[in-house]
């Protein structure tokens, strides 16, 4: 039999990694109990983090919002911080899976999942957020683009976890934008997503965008080439168009069961295109 | 691994491991084969139950999970041999086929009308979009919940 142990605090939490080194922790499990109830996975014992309310805490520090790692999909919809300050995230984790999913996973294990459809990840990246990993022996922030170093892979070192993600409120942008293309509306693991900030001009020019896609490439896809392309230029089919080419050209899609790479090739372009639309709209502001 | 949980209104313990599936333990070691397990996956929502209030899959929790939990199962929602006016307006709405999605549908439409006692068909359909049917079409589900929220509204009036 695996043991289960539910700590109920941080320093708990360091008491039980001692004893099982080997454990593997989890929150709402709706990724990690998937696999192992599966027979794709098999630890030697199992952390839960759901019982530590301190991972759970949203709060604002200076410039920048601190979001715990254990804090559910549910939760942060919830949050006014999360949907007044940062939409595109908000929006993002309101797409998540269904109301149940949503209320047992929460945003740390979809990072620490780091799988290349995560959801939360490309408003994370278009907002330059990091990450905070504690261990016994303190904590330390990585950028999120370092945490995560391949398709399920993640710089996270034994007996250290994710405590929480900074996200610094993005300002500056009248534009926060996030949409994901599945094969359902609900349950559906995205095909491509895209998020999009942009400062706008009131004559409708961009001033600065920052873009970041989805399931089109093993981790995020970011563009500079095609941020670099809109600065400057009037928000309009023919300079997204060019924008669009240039993120078509970087992109790297597999093809799998869902869609084959030459539609998420398409798609990652199309998602821009939208941008006229959705700032004609006022949505997103 | 003894683990002690307020199950329906009881206080309920049992003795299995920690690592087992919650839904396994409630219809296997307790009985309670209201809750039924359809995916194992997390996608169609027919292991739903209740925890603390609000809708779980009990197919991605551990038995050790429901440690000092309030957990719900269809088989908690009556009271005093009277079915809850959810389930009341199922049976009315004609919303049960085969019958399979209705503990879960039930349960997550209880959640909804708690947390929105007036909501949209839209949002109804939003709220029950983590429970699959695949006999219904949905419109008698959408329906019954519409339905059942027209009763507990009056009922609190009253
Ligand atoms: C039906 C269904 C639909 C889904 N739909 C979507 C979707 O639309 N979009 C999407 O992005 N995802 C989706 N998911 C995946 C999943 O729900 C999310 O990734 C969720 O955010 C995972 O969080 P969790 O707490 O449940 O992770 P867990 O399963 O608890 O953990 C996942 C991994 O992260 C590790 N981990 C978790 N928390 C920490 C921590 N604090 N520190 C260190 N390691 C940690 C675990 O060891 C494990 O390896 C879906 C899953 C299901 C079952
Ligand atoms: S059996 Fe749990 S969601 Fe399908
Ligand atoms: S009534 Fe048969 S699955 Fe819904």
Redesign the interface.
Known sequence: MREVILPGSIEELWRCLDDKPQASVYAGGTDLLVKMYNGLFDPEALICLDRIEELKEVGEQGGSIRIGACATHSGLLEDPLVRKRLPALWKAIGGIGSPPVRNMGTIGGNICTASPAGDTLPPLYAMKAEVELLSREGSRRVPIPEFITGPGATCLKRAEILSAVWVKKPEGYNLHHFEKVGLRSALACSVVSMAALLRLRPEGIVEKAALAWGSVAPTVFRCPEAEEALAGKPLCAESLSKAAELVRDGVSPISDLRADADYRRAVAGNLLLRLVDIADEGKGR | ?KISFYLNGKDTCVDV???R?LVSVLREDLELTGTKEGC????C?AC?ILVDG????S???????A?GRRITTIEGLAENGKVHPVQEAFIENGAVQCGFCTPGMVL?AV??LDRNPDPTREQIR??L???LCRCSGYVKIVDAVEAAAGKIGRGKSR
């Open positions: 691994m491991p920690a690592d599936k194992g996956a997390g996608e929502g739903t609000h809708v779980r899959l197919c991605l929790m551990t038995a050790a999970q440690q997550a959640d909804l939003e709220g979009s983590g429970n």
